[in-house]
C-alpha cells in the first residue's frame, strides 16, 4: 500500500471515529447532581444542576450570571453570550447543564444550556 492510500485511510478512520463519539455523546444522559455534592474532584465533569435562580446579572458582553441554589447548596453559573439564547429571572426553578469549573477558588458552572 503506498503512502497515499495509507494517509487517506488514516484520515477517513479517524474522521468516522469522531462521528461515531459526537453521536454517541449527544444520545448520553448527563446526570443530575445535588449542588451539595460538588466538590474539586467534580472539575472538568459536565453535570445537570437544578435549583432556584439568583443573583442574575448580565455584562456589558452580554454574559449572564447568575446563582443557582438547592437544598444541598448553592453554585455560581456562568453562561457566555454566544451560549445565551435562554431568559432568566431571579426566583424561578431550573436546571443548568455544563462543566464544573473554578473560578477565584469557588467552583462555578459554565453552562451549556438552561432549562426553565
Same mark, same amino acid.
Given at each position: 500500500m503506498?503512502?497515499?492510500? $495509507?494517509?487517506?485511510?488514516?484520515?477517513?478512520?479517524?474522521?468516522?471515529?469522531?462521528?461515531? $463519539?459526537? &453521536?454517541?455523546?449527544? *444520545?448520553?444522559?448527563?446526570?443530575?447532581r445535588a449542588i451539595g455534592s460538588l466538590t474539586e474532584a467534580s472539575l472538568g465533569e459536565v453535570v445537570? *444542576?437544578?435549583?432556584? *435562580? &439568583?443573583? *442574575?446579572?448580565?455584562?456589558?458582553?452580554?454574559?449572564?450570571?447568575?446563582? $443557582?441554589?438547592?437544598?444541598? &447548596?448553592?453554585?455560581?453559573?456562568?453562561k457566555f453570550a454566544s451560549r445565551n439564547k435562554v431568559n432568566i429571572e431571579n426566583n424561578i426553578a431550573v436546571c443548568a447543564t455544563g462543566e464544573v469549573t473554578e473560578y477565584k477558588d469557588e467552583l462555578e458552572l459554565v453552562a451549556e444550556g438552561v432549562d426553565v
Open positions: 503506498n503512502d497515499k492510500k $495509507l494517509a487517506y485511510l488514516s484520515l477517513l478512520s479517524a474522521v468516522i471515529g469522531l462521528l461515531l $463519539l459526537a &453521536g454517541w455523546s449527544s *444520545v448520553t444522559p448527563v446526570p443530575e445537570t *444542576v437544578c435549583g432556584t *435562580v &439568583g443573583g *442574575v446579572k448580565t455584562n456589558k458582553d452580554g454574559h449572564l450570571f447568575f446563582s $443557582l441554589t438547592d437544598d444541598t &447548596g448553592t453554585i455560581n453559573v456562568v
